[in-house]
Nanobody
């Protein structure tokens, strides 16, 4: 069983930056794919970004491409999400998820493990 723990959320002004981290307890990410998703009040959970731990291949939602960067930290066995030029629409609970088999994927149903989420609030 893999437990995921997110950290780094908080309150930031529009145009600012935040860094989220996702750590796995119980094992390393190994050959997993790791994704970040977000859910705003009253909306469905949506894909933000994903990375293959083994290959480093990444994918982004169009809404964050060029502003967010997902990366892996081999030494700390964490996956990070660097968020810059934040907008009011980026306000949401951000979740880290891990997928045991297969390549990176944008569908939440394809992921096996989920963290508890971390709140990101962008203010004007």
């Amino acid at each position: 069983q893999v437990q995921l723990v997110e950290s780094g959320g908080g309150l930031v002004q529009a145009g600012g930056s935040l860094r989220l981290s996702c750590a796995a307890s119980g094992r390393t990410f190994g050959s997993y794919a790791v994704g970040w998703f977000r859910q705003a009040p009253g909306k469905e959970r949506e894909f933000v970004a994903a990375i293959s731990w083994a290959s480093g291949i990444t994918n982004y939602a169009d809404s964050v491409r060029g502003r967010f960067t997902i990366s892996r930290d081999n030494a700390k066995t964490t996956v990070n999400l660097e968020m810059s030029s934040l907008k009011l629409d980026d306000t949401a609970v951000y979740y880290c998820a891990a997928r045991r088999y297969g390549s990176i994927n944008s569908r939440p149903s394809e992921y096996d493990y989920w963290g508890q989420g971390t709140q990101v609030t962008v203010s004007s």
